[in-house]
């Protein structure tokens, strides 16, 4: 069993739908979850950050973390073409540095 | 926020030589840089832990001897991909953390091996 799982995708939506994006893992000592965004040929962007149970959010993305549950996720608001990309969740545990294990990654598509 | 540049962006090299990637923390210090590889439409995986002052810490299935990892400084670690072949051709990406709080990635490194 893979410590993080994420659906690889693709996810095609319309212009201006909610986003839901998920992951689920395994690890319980994970302590900071992350969502990073990758254009093609580019490294990750961090999106967002948390490291406890609940939701947080930031502009038209919201963050969901369930550590009960170990499942992640992100929404988007209103997405727009632009948000095309690769979305990968993230979890990191400090072994002395923060060592982070990514998901697949989910390949959205937002058709104007 | 913090800053972490790795250099080069990009590689074009021969089968057969080998290829020395940086990876430095700008504005703090990193006792610990995470080295990643990600093949086309596939996500990251960690290579290796690199460590200031003692030898890395190697993931599963990577070949230390292939990829060899130095951690000279407090600010900079290196991978050099030693005899690189077109099988290595891939975006090879460093992280480092700032002040305990998150990692930081630097800008990754695209090498193509011919």
């Known amino acids: 069993q893979k410590e993080v799982e994420q659906d690889p995708g693709p996810l095609s939506v319309p212009e201006g739908a909610i986003v839901s994006l998920n992951c689920t893992y395994s690890n319980s000592a994970f302590q900071y979850f992350m969502w990073y965004r990758q254009y093609s040929r580019k490294g990750p962007e961090l999106l967002m950050y948390?490291?406890?149970?609940g939701n947080k959010e930031d502009g038209r993305f919201t963050a969901q973390v369930d550590k009960s549950s170990k499942y992640i996720s992100l929404f988007i608001r209103d997405s727009q073409p632009s948000d095309s990309a690769t979305y990968l969740c993230?979890?990191?545990?400090?072994?002395?540095?923060?060592?982070?294990?990514f998901g697949a990654g989910t390949r959205l598509f937002v058709k104007a | 926020g913090a800053v972490v540049s790795q250099h080069p962006s990009r590689v074009i090299c021969k089968s057969g030589t080998s290829v020395k990637i940086e990876c430095r923390s700008l504005d703090f210090q990193a006792t610990t840089m995470f080295w990643y590889r990600q093949f086309p439409k596939q996500s990251l995986m960690l290579m290796a832990t690199s460590n200031e002052g003692s030898k890395a810490t190697y993931e599963q299935g990577v070949e230390k001897d292939k990829f060899l990892i130095n951690h000279a400084s407090l600010t900079l670690s290196t991978l050099t991909v030693t005899s690189a072949h077109p099988e290595d051709s891939s975006f090879y990406i460093c992280s480092a953390d700032g002040a305990g709080t998150e990692a930081f990635f630097g800008q990754g490194t695209r090498l193509t091996v011919v």
């Open positions: 948390t490291y406890s149970s």
């Open positions: 993230a979890m990191s545990v400090n072994t002395g540095g923060f060592k982070t294990i």
